[in-house]
């Protein structure tokens, strides 16, 4: 066993041993408006239940570690006491790590991940409508845990309704656990599916996602696509010049042959296929080619 002692080594290096051991962690899809009504959403993995009578969730957003800066999450609360935590199943988990990349204040992740914002009856910020389970909440009270770079701030949060898909309730009207089928985070770059196992989705950190509201309407309107597949092709800087994409396909006959003669609706089908394997720059190449 090695000894890791919190006072003597860097907060990065505990924040990532702290997340590698302690998992797999439930997610806070979280709903916010500031205080000119904006909206905001954004996934925090230091989240549960913690009360039934009163109903009580509580998550927690971090101060960052690199520059001790806070997160729109928590200046929003602090302005309007009201958030609405939606609960992350594995069909959104692509657009909700889109979700996540750090947009300049006033962006509506909502637009940029492709989720429908769905209007919530006892609180002003909206709810995920493709999320199975969503809680309207008021904010009770918010507990910073210090001022440093990876103090938490817990933000207490009591249910006051409570909204369920009946495609996730099972003949007795209970929540089924494999129809719900959940995610939840673990360290780096991993999640676990809860009845698949784990598998992984890569941070949206080193570059600015374009967003789904900025694909190419063929394709963020393609009935082939799912919502996971249109997150993973909004989460690139730029989409590929048509130039650079037909010199792809040129270079590649295998591919060539397929998209010659082939409609849209065949076009993406094939792209899907890489898109299924994560392979998104030959997925783009073809989409691109064929804009």
């Known amino acids: ?102 947009y300049p204040e006033g962006v509506n992740e909502f637009e940029k991940s492709g989720l429908t914002m769905v209007a919530s009856e006892k609180v002003s910020p909206y709810r995920v409508g493709e999320s199975p389970v969503q809680f309207e909440c008021k904010v009770n009270e918010i507990v910073a845990m210090g001022e440093e770079g990876g103090a938490g701030n817990l933000i207490i949060c009591e249910v006051l309704l409570m909204h369920v898909n009946k495609n996730v309730l099972d003949e007795d009207g209970k929540i089924d656990q494999h129809k719900i089928d959940q995610v939840a985070r673990m360290g780096g770059n991993w999640y676990t599916r809860a009845n698949k196992g784990m598998f992984e989705v890569p941070k ?46 040129n270079n590649h006959s295998d591919i060539k042959v397929r998209i010659e003669q082939a409609n849209q609706i065949e076009i993406h089908r094939f792209a899907k296929q890489y898109l299924d394997q994560d392979d998104i720059d030959t997925a783009w190449n073809i989409l691109s080619a064929k804009l």
């Open 1 to 102: 066993m090695i000894k890791i002692n919190p006072s003597e080594v860097s907060i990065g290096k505990l924040h990532g041993m702290m997340l590698g051991a302690i998992g797999p962690r439930p997610i806070a899809f979280a709903s916010t408006i500031d205080a000119d009504g904006n909206s905001n959403l954004s996934p925090f993995s230091f989240f549960n239940v913690f009360s039934a009578n009163p109903p009580i969730l509580i998550f927690s957003p971090a101060r960052r570690v690199r520059d001790n800066t806070i997160k729109h999450t928590l200046e929003n609360v602090k302005a309007i006491k009201e958030v609405v935590i939606n609960i992350v199943n594995y069909d959104i988990v692509q657009q909700m790590s889109l979700s996540s990349t750090e």
């Open 204 to 249: 949206p950190l080193s570059t600015i996602g374009i967003g789904v509201d900025e694909l190419p309407l063929t394709i963020k309107n393609s009935n082939v696509f799912t919502g996971n597949d249109l997150g993973k092709l909004a989460n690139v800087e730029k989409i590929p010049q048509k130039t650079g994409a037909l010199q792809f396909v």
